[in-house]
């Protein structure tokens, strides 16, 4: 197994396999805010094809075996996330002019992303910030999370970062997972309007580099 990047080129061949990646990531998150799965396929495949974005190629780190992909760890500093999130504006208009998302559909989207956000604590700049860490369902348990989670510490660390921080749903799995890492609790969150959709709580999870 390889822990590696990708160019443009052949990013293009894996948009189907990370647009599932990114859903796995937090399901009830997505379904709330994007509204429809379409909605989320769409966005979440252009933008892992455009650099600077949010779910961009460029800052992803994936698990390959071969040319088949086991998993996605998207990552960058923490100050990028909010300036990531912002470039996805461009996208929606391409998204609608093709007629893949009306008006109003894309005017419900972003109500319900402004209210989910508030799931989110502020990310300090001293952060390296992991967006999403997935694996493929049928690679679970054979060590590809823990090799992507490594991986990314080891750069952060590197870089200089003082922590790795990152968003977990409280009744996600992961958390353990995260835990085993060395990974706290700073914060946890609920946005209630999401809530009564079924929405879980938010945790901010921290790890010291120093």
Sequence with gaps: MDITTVDRDRAAQYTDDVVELVYNSGPPTYDYQF?????????IGDSWLAEGTLCGYDETTVALEGDDLLGIEIGYAGPEFDRRKKTLRPLWESIIEDGAVTHDELAEIARRSYLASYLNAAIPASA??????????DHHGQGIGA?????????????????VHLDVLSDNPAVKFYEAFGFEVLAQTVAPIPHSHGVPMEQRMSLDLR
Excluded: N, Q, W
């Excluded at 090799?147 to 922590?163: C, H, N, P, S």
């Design 147 to 163: 090799a992507l989670m490594k991986d990314a510490i080891d750069r952060a660390a590197d870089e200089g970062y003082r922590v």
């Design 35 to 43: 509204v429809t799965r379409a909605a989320f396929d769409r966005l």
């Design 128 to 137: 390296y910030y992991v967006h999403a860490l997935s694996v493929r369902p």
